[in-house]
């Protein structure tokens, strides 16, 4: 039995290829629509706007957000380029093989085998459980370390989110700035011409970085926050099944509650789902 507890493996990590394909996506659109209009990849080539949106961007950044949490948001990016390979599935399987274990041999049983456990969190829940911890206080220390887990991560996300409000205003700074040129050679046409047309360059750059990667990638890490604290929610749930002694077909019912409810779209409530 303790073999088979271990065998599921929920864990991993792989490319998030809706990510990469969404960048792809929107570059080839923007770049693409350009091509089609009569103009050219040069046309947006500017390191003088970049230089300024970027610097200026992540310069209110630092000056607004706290440095270990912007330090925080940095570590957080990797979860919009890369996705755990989670199974719920294979994680119900796996709380179930551990339940069914407790059932017959007593929860003490599971001490041999809870740190093959394939998540950090069910491996520490269960290992509270092993150790005679008091159900409700067990309950209390787990949730908490969901609701630290969540304040993290949508800390790391707001990092994005004030980057991208910053973003498109500073990119008008940049245009102004380049106007400010034009302004000076205005005695010469052809100059002013290509100058006003440079200086809206800043603009294009602030607005695309800020709607094409900074706000959506605010967005996708919330959106792993939220599915993390739901496999959390759900891996405590099984563990407090199995600190109860619940049948382990019980045990299943009200964790493929949770899968449903997970495939459901927001707002929707699941068919079946427990009422207690």
């Known amino acids: ?67 270990g949490t912007v330090l925080l948001g940095v570590k957080g990016l990797a979860h919009v380029f890369l996705e755990r390979k989670a199974s719920p599935e294979a994680l119900v399987e796996e709380i179930i093989g551990f339940a069914s274990k407790a059932r017959k041999a007593g929860i003490v049983s599971l001490e041999e085998s809870v740190n093959q456990a394939s998540d950090p969190f069910l491996m520490k829940a269960l290992t509270l459980a092993v150790d005679g911890t008091d159900l409700q206080e067990l309950r209390k220390m787990m ?47 052809d100059k002013v011409g290509h100058g006003i047309a440079v200086s809206f360059v800043a603009t294009v750059y602030g607005v695309a970085l800020s709607n094409i990667f900074l706000l959506p990638a605010a967005n996708k890490m919330k959106a792993r926050v939220q599915q993390e604290a739901h496999m959390r929610e759900m891996m405590l749930e099984g563990v407090t099944g199995i600190v109860e002694g619940l049948n382990p077909k019980l045990i299943r019912s009200k964790l493929d509650a949770f899968i449903t409810q997970k495939k459901k779209p927001a707002g929707q409530a699941a068919p079946g789902e427990p009422g207690e």
């Open 143 to 189: 949730e908490l370390e969901i609701v630290q887990a969540e304040h993290h991560g949508e800390s790391a996300a707001r990092v994005f989110e004030v980057a991208g409000g910053y973003s498109p205003t500073i990119g008008i700074i940049g245009a102004v700035m380049g106007l400010i040129q034009v302004m000076k050679n205005l005695s010469d046409i």
């Open 1 to 67: 039995m303790a073999g088979e507890a271990a065998k599921p493996k929920a864990g991993g990590v792989r490319p998030d290829f809706a990510t990469l394909g969404g960048i792809v996506l929107a570059l080839a659109g923007i770049v693409g629509g350009l091509i089609l209009e009569g103009g050219e990849l040069a046309d947006i080539s500017q390191v003088t706007a970049a230089l300024i949106v970027l610097g200026g961007t992540f310069g209110a950044v630092l000056i607004n957000t706290p440095l």
